[in-house]
């Protein structure tokens, strides 16, 4: 057997091994669904990239101190005046047949005053809500949060940071961070 042949043939598996590689690489670097999940503020004040504020006008900012440990920055809302709907920062996740069917959320989050913010998940199929799934609320410290959602019939995963608009949180902050949407595989 000639030299030349082997080194097609070499040539190939190297190619093969390194797209494995690449690939394996890439997938565990996508293991976060979110972009953006660190709510890093960027810009202008009220660029949130990736996510949408909703009301617009909120004034939101990168908080970097007095975080867990396990985080590095958060996102600080200053809840406004009293409106008819909690405010929410949502992303919208489109799920593909292929992707698994099990997904966890977790984060962290705290409030000034004592359950002014929750997390909430949307589960659509198209533009059909299937479910609601309600986190606890906020508590005045840091407090991680988590939780398995079942999104074997939605199209659409919609996760929100939610703030309370009662008057008695008007004027507050509510911080979130560190935000995982993944896969349970």
């Known amino acids: 057997m000639s030299h030349y042949h082997l080194a097609p043939c070499l040539f190939r598996r190297m190619s093969l091994g390194f797209v494995l590689v690449l690939l394996t690489a890439r997938l565990f670097a996508a293991e976060n669904a979110l972009s953006n999940p660190e709510l890093k503020v ?3 004040p009220e660029v949130l ?3 949408r504020l909703n009301p617009k006008e909120l004034s939101i900012t990168s ?3 007095g975080l867990p440990k396990e ?4 996102v600080e809302v200053m809840i406004g005046e009293v409106q008819k709907n909690d405010g929410a920062l949502s992303q919208t996740i489109y799920r593909k047949k292929t992707d698994p069917e099990k997904w966890e959320l977790s984060g962290w989050f705290k409030s000034e005053e004592n359950r002014a913010g929750y997390i909430q998940v949307k589960l659509y199929d198209k533009d059909s809500e299937l479910e609601r799934i309600n986190f606890d609320y906020s508590p005045t ?5 988590s939780k398995t959602i079942d999104a074997s019939r939605a199209t659409k995963i919609i996760v929100l940071c939610r703030w309370r608009h009662y008057e008695r ?5 509510v911080w979130f961070g560190g935000l995982v949407l993944k896969p349970v595989k």
């Open 42 to 44: 960027s810009g202008n």
């Open 49 to 51: 990239p990736s996510w």
């Open 71 to 74: 985080i590095e920055v958060a």
């Open 63 to 65: 908080e970097t101190k």
């Open 169 to 173: 949180y008007e004027g507050s902050k």
């Open 141 to 145: 410290n840091w407090e991680k949060f």
